[in-house]
């Protein structure tokens, strides 16, 4: 987290869950960030497309990662998937981040 903070970013938690069952999970793992909760499948959508599943247990969103720029309110990076395999590491993100902050500053120097 700390070098996100160094990169000026923040980490934002969501989910469609009710406040008990967010603020129970947050305290369970450990979280320290915010986490909006009662999100629904079209406030998600207003971001980037998503991935909803119909099975036996209903209907649910798969958990979904966005990287949203401040200035525009918009995803630039999305990632979501069924398992651990195709989602964002912290790595992946700080190395999008570092490389967006070098491009920035190089085109500031102009």
Known sequence: MDELEELGMSVIAGTVEDRET?????????LTFPIAYGITEDQVADLAPIWV???RHGRYLQPTEFLVAKRRRTAFGTMYASGPIGRMSIDEVLFLLRNLDRSRRRRAAG
Request: glycine share 8%; charged share 50%.
């Open 53 to 55: 599943e119909d099975d």
């Open 22 to 30: 967010a603020v129970r999970m947050a305290e369970e793992v450990g």
